[in-house]
């Protein structure tokens, strides 16, 4: 009686090729529990930190909106006070450490950074919401003003940029400055547009800051 084939002995064999290469390679590369663990854990945690941010900003809308109800539904509670005597912005000022700075070390000034505080019509400070247009400008006698830069701060940036530490209250804006710096140039006028969303009204401030080269 013939033996099998060699066709026919690879056709009997393949199959159990076939098992052997799946069985090792299955148990060569084991499927990593714990790191799926670990990732699904972390997925789970970051969703949980956005759900809690969604919900503190629904907070703050509810706020908002309890706030100006009650500012609608209170103003026939206001008689007998003056009008004039309710915090309205009128100025905004400079805070005392504005000015340029140097942040790479290389002798020449690089940054603009500026305190701003938004005041009342006592002088005090308060809380505004509003756009910021900063502008920076060469003056110079008997020459019109030259603009060096300028940047826009949006309500929702100047929000962000509210401080409350050991240097006080205030809003902090930066912005880069040319570089190189013109040749030659020594001091810049720093002014400040701030518009004010609650009432439309504009208040400026302008400083003047010596720059390094």
């Known amino acids: 009686m013939p033996g099998p084939t060699r066709s026919s002995r690879l056709a009997l064999t393949a199959p159990l090729i076939i098992a052997i290469a799946l069985f090792t390679a299955c148990h060569s590369q084991p499927r990593n529990f714990l790191n799926e663990n670990d990732e699904l854990r972390a997925k789970n945690l ?3 930190q956005h759900v809690q941010q969604l919900e503190q900003r629904i907070d703050q809308q509810l706020a908002q909106i309890d706030a100006l109800q009650q500012r609608v539904g209170g103003a026939a509670a206001l008689e007998g006070v003056d009008p004039a005597d309710l915090p309205t912005l009128t100025a905004i000022r400079f805070g005392r450490y504005s000015g340029a700075l140097d942040t790479d ?5 690089d940054t603009l950074r500026l ?3 938004t ?3 006592r002088g005090r400070f308060m809380t505004a919401a509003g756009r910021a247009l900063v502008q920076v400008a060469i003056i110079e006698p008997d020459q019109p003003p030259k603009l060096l830069g300028e ?3 949006p309500p929702d940036q100047f ?3 509210y401080r ?5 209250t205030h809003y902090t804006l930066e912005m880069p400055l040319p570089t190189p710096l013109p040749e030659k140039l020594g001091d810049v006028t720093v002014k400040v547009h701030f518009t004010d969303a ?3 009204v504009t208040v400026t401030a302008q400083l003047p800051v010596p720059l390094r080269h």
């Not at 409350?164 to 006080?168: A, E, I, V």
């Open 198 to 200: 609650a009432t439309g």
């Open 46 to 48: 970051e969703l949980g």
């Open 159 to 161: 929000d962000a940029a």
């Open 105 to 109: 070390g290389d002798g020449a000034d």
């Open 151 to 153: 940047a826009t701060f």
């Open 115 to 117: 305190y701003l505080k």
């Open 119 to 121: 005041v009342d019509q």
């Open 164 to 168: 409350s530490n050991f240097t006080g």
